[in-house]
T-cell receptor, first 108, second 113 residues
Framework: DAKTTQPTSMDCAEGRAANLPCNHS???????VYWYRQIHSQGPQYIIH???NNETNEMASLIITEDRKSSTLILPHATLRDTAVYYC?????????FGAGTRLTVKP | KAGVTQTPRYLIKTRGQQVTLSCSPI?????VSWYQQTPGQGLQFLFE???????NKGNFPGRFSGRQFSNSRSEMNVSTLELGDSALYLC????????????FGPGTRLTVL
């Protein structure tokens, strides 16, 4: 079973920041938080991951709370091409448990 | 670097047949994992291979099997196909199975009639 809880769907206006929350209250100390997205039943695309500290790359920022029980993925300037299902996953090894994810729709 | 490649991309089979799907990992990646994605169950882990050995297995019947070759390429096999096996089968590779990021291929869409 997935160890994360995400909203089923969210909308975001094009050009605005998209903030996608994830709850992972049972996360263990050695488990990372990973974010992937999937567009039109293509293979999931890796976005970002983190353990304790906030992380940023060219695609997004990941904010992890101090108690590590929740996190937020931030797409700073959402475009129409960011419309996808976003998965938050906690993992220690390679058997990643995907939940249902959040369907993000970016609107013009 | 080329990404993960999967062949074939689309496949149609009938109930009772068997099927073999192939996955070529990113060059230098030695770990390959397989996932099944269906509308009802979402993305589910099938198994993981590293150095030609199955390290981890999900909760699937024995009809689902796999193997990895010395060049890290992997195949998965489904025998005695059932209608419920219709799904997108995804392969992901990583350099090391422990904590390295997995990168997914485009998937093979299997339809069982």
């Amino acid at each position: 079973d997935a160890k994360t809880t995400q909203p089923t769907s969210m909308d975001c206006a094009e050009g605005r920041a998209a903030n996608l929350p994830c709850n992972h209250s049972t996360i263990s100390g050695n488990e990372y938080v990973y974010w992937y997205r999937q567009i039109h039943s293509q293979g999931p695309q890796y976005i970002i991951h983190g353990l304790k500290n906030n992380e940023t790359n060219e695609m997004a920022s990941l904010i992890i709370t101090e108690d590590r029980k929740s996190s937020t993925l931030i797409l700073p300037h959402a475009t129409l091409r960011d419309t996808a299902v976003y998965y938050c996953i906690v993992r220690a090894y390679n058997d990643m448990r995907f939940g249902a994810g959040t369907r993000l729709t970016v609107k013009p | 670097k080329a990404g993960v490649t999967q062949t074939p991309r689309y496949l149609i089979k009938t109930r009772g047949q068997q099927v073999t799907l192939s996955c070529s990992p990113i060059s230098g990646h030695r770990s390959v994992s397989w996932y099944q994605q269906t509308p009802g169950q979402g993305l589910q882990f099938l198994f993981e291979y590293f150095s030609e050995t199955q390290r981890n297995k999900g909760n699937f019947p024995g009809r689902f099997s796999g193997r990895q070759f010395s060049n890290s390429r992997s195949e998965m096999n489904v025998s005695t196909l059932e209608l419920g096996d219709s799904a997108l089968y995804l392969c992901a590779s990583s350099p090391d199975p422990s904590t390295d990021t997995q990168y997914f291929g485009p998937g093979t869409r299997l339809t069982v009639l």
